[in-house]
């Protein structure tokens, strides 16, 4: 069974950065797309960025320009770069993976607090 671990969540000041992690274990089959989803209190679960197995990128607009999504096929993990961070961009951060077969899974979650 596929675990997905995220860490690099924190307490940050606006303007702040901070890097996530996620790292697989578990594998059987590779993994095609690979994300990064979060979910503020009494919001829905949004996508963030998402990465392709081929390095294609695409993002929230509330985080472009802002967040770099990264991968190593190789050792199966994705990371999220996130700089300027604001107030808005707190919530709970979920890695998220598809596998070649269509099977999903999704970390723990790790907390991102942006405040002063």
């Known amino acids: 069974q596929v675990q997905l671990v995220e860490s690099g969540g924190g307490l940050v000041q606006p303007g702040g950065s901070l890097r996530l992690s996620c790292a697989a274990s578990?594998?059987?089959?590779?993994?095609?797309?690979m994300a990064w989803y979060r979910q503020a209190p009494g919001k829905q679960r949004e996508l963030v960025a998402q990465?392709?197995?081929?390095?294609?990128?695409n993002y929230a607009d509330s985080v472009t320009g802002r967040f770099t999504i990264s991968r190593d096929t190789a050792k199966n993990t994705v990371a999220l770069q996130m700089n300027n961070l604001k107030p808005e961009d707190t919530a709970v951060y979920y890695c998220h993976a598809v596998n070649v077969i269509g099977q999903t899974s999704w970390g723990q979650g790790t907390q991102v607090t942006v405040s002063s």
């Open positions: 578990g594998v059987i089959f590779s993994f095609n797309n």
């Open positions: 990465i392709s197995r081929g390095g294609s990128t």
